[in-house]
T-cell receptor, first 115, second 113 residues
Framework: AQSVAQPEDQVNVAEGNPLTVKCTYS??????LFWYVQYPNRGLQFLLK??????LVKGSYGFEAEFNKSQTSFHLKKPSALVSDSALYFC?????????????FGAGTRLAVHP | DAMVIQNPRYQVTQFGKPVTLSCSQT?????MYWYQQKSSQAPKLLFH???????NEADTPDNFQSRRPNTSFCFLDIRSPGLGDAAMYLC????????????FGPGTRLLVL
């Protein structure tokens, strides 16, 4: 069965410092991997995805993620954090079993960027 | 240029009083999803439509029903809301091709009194 793990409930980082939000996955075949961000009382906003190709994926708002097949990881990164990046981040993997596309989400990681 | 629209953004209902949440999309996507999200947890898939084909998750309570009268609109009906149904309800759409992105609406926060 497909699964996603986000090992950190919360990540704290100072503004201007690099940030990393971790994600590992388990799939039977090749993964489709996604990162979403959620601000308070809002829906999920798509940040980036990995389907195939270059292992380093660039997304919205300066975020990027690196697909590492040997470590089954897809960590989200940003070189310089902003206070406005503080939000809830979800990693997700695509489950295509049964012919339907179903997103399986991690539990989420709350990012707090301090001034 | 909103793509996935949910109305209302906040809904208050009474225990046991039926309530309907609505979702519309301007993307002409084949697939529409309804998720339930409680207190910053991961969204939980309730059901989805691929065109007119309805797919219910095995653990979705019978209290939750859905309608999709056309491509653009999808409704979530909660027949007899309980206190445990208070949550954020998220609608999402996607084209329906492998590897495509799901796009989420802003959500409707349901409060049950």
């Amino acid at each position: 069965a497909q699964s996603v793990a986000q090992p950190e409930d919360q990540v704290n980082v100072a503004e201007g410092n690099p940030l990393t939000v971790k994600c590992t996955y388990s799939v039977s075949g090749n993964p489709y991997l996604f990162w979403y961000v959620q601000y308070p009382n809002r829906g999920l906003q798509f940040l980036l995805k990995y389907i195939t190709g270059d292992n380093l994926v660039k997304g919205s708002y300066g975020f990027e993620a690196e697909f590492n097949k040997s470590q089954t990881s897809f960590h989200l990164k940003k070189p310089s954090a902003l206070v406005s990046d503080s939000a809830l981040y979800f990693c997700a993997v695509r489950d295509v079993a049964g012919g339907y596309n179903k997103l399986i989400f991690g539990a989420g990681t709350r990012l707090a960027v301090h001034p | 240029d909103a793509m996935v629209i949910q109305n209302p953004r906040y809904q208050v209902t009474q225990f046991g009083k039926p309530v309907t949440l609505s979702c519309s999309q301007t993307l002409n996507h084949n697939v529409m999803y309804w998720y339930q999200q409680k207190s910053s947890q991961a969204p939980k898939l309730l059901f989805h439509y691929y065109d007119k084909d309805f797919n219910n998750e095995a653990d979705t309570p019978d209290n939750f029903q859905s309608r999709r009268p056309n491509t653009s609109f999808c409704f979530l009906d909660i027949r007899s809301p309980g206190l445990g149904d208070a949550a954020m309800y998220l609608c999402a759409t996607e084209p329906g091709l492998a590897g495509e992105t799901q796009y989420f609406g802003p959500g409707t926060r349901l409060l049950v009194l």
